[in-house]
């Protein structure tokens, strides 16, 4: 059972960034896929931010050219460096990492973002 642990939510001005982590309790060298995702209240989850084992990055509309994610193999840690922060970014943030390509999903406990002034 893969663990992840978020970090790095929290309040912040419109236009501001924020980095999150996504903490893994094995290594994710050879993961399949990690991703970011979010969920606003009242809404649906959707995909903010996709990166797989082959380089293929997917972002969301909404956060291209603002929202990156990388990864660090070494410290087993996925990040969303989130520039350009808007009132509308603001949700619960969610890891998930799929370690194979037809494997179980895991997914973090979440971290809150709160973009507000």
């Known amino acids: 059972q893969v663990q992840l642990v978020e970090s790095g939510g929290g309040l912040v001005q419109p236009g501001g960034s924020l980095r999150l982590s996504c903490a893994a309790s094995e290594s994710i060298l050879n993961y399949y896929l990690l991703g970011w995702y979010r969920q606003a209240p009242g809404k649906e989850r959707e995909r903010a931010a996709t990166?797989?084992?082959?380089?293929?990055?997917m972002y969301a509309d909404s956060v291209r050219g603002r929202f990156t994610i990388s990864r660090d193999n070494a410290k087993g840690t996925v990040f969303l460096q989130m520039n350009s922060l808007k009132p509308e970014d603001t949700a619960v943030y969610y890891c998930?990492?799929?370690?194979?390509?037809?494997?179980?999903?895991?997914w973090g406990q979440g971290t809150q973002v709160t973009v507000s002034s």
């Open positions: 990166l797989t084992s082959r380089g293929t990055v």
């Open positions: 998930k990492a799929r370690p194979t390509v037809w494997g179980a999903e895991y």
